[in-house]
């Protein structure tokens, strides 16, 4: 069984699924989904994201505002987020492909995180990899100028990777 949201939505949007994928185009407004077993999918999110999966993917296109999901077994894969990102997965990759927000908060016990940040900008950071590499493509300095924005990632067996965003 699948749960398709027409698109574009205003406003608030809500699903629930016990067993089966939520998909949702373009979203004006917020997203708020759970799904006990299925993938949720959803297009441009123009305000914030409060996803729960218990065994299923998550891909969200962009979030224009904060995202939090929480997935038990499945990856979770973001576009761009330009809020605060809480991201927490159990069992499962936790990918951003552009994060142009103030803070970056990411928990995986069994999977890689990966983020990708935008020249320029700087960042308190807070590492933590107990099974894995961490990797990074931007300098490593002292922050002078603008106060800087916050990563925080942490995985017991995974990589954590902070590279360039496209």
Do not use: C, H, W, Y
Not at 33 to 62: L, M, T, W
């Amino acid at each position: 069984m699948a749960v398709a949201v027409a698109a574009p939505r205003d406003e608030r949007e809500g699903v629930d699924s016990a067993s089966g994928d939520v998909f949702a185009g373009d979203i004006s407004g917020d997203l708020t989904a759970k799904s006990a077993s299925g993938d949720i999918r959803a297009g441009a999110v123009g305000g914030r994201v409060d996803i729960a999966a218990v065994s299923g993917d998550v891909r969200i296109e962009s979030v224009a505002g904060d995202a939090s999901v929480k997935s038990a077994a499945g990856d979770v894969r973001l576009g761009a987020v330009g809020g605060v990102a809480d991201l927490k997965s159990a069992s499962g990759d936790v990918f951003v492909e552009t994060f142009t927000g103030d803070v970056f908060n990411a928990k995986s016990l069994s999977g890689d995180v990966v983020v990708g940040v935008t020249a320029g900008r700087t960042f308190d950071v807070s590492f933590q990899a107990l099974s894995g590499d961490v990797r990074t493509d931007f300098p490593v300095g002292d922050a002078t100028g603008a106060a800087p924005a916050s990563l925080s990632i942490t995985t017991m067996s995974g990589d954590i990777t902070v590279r360039s965003a496209p």
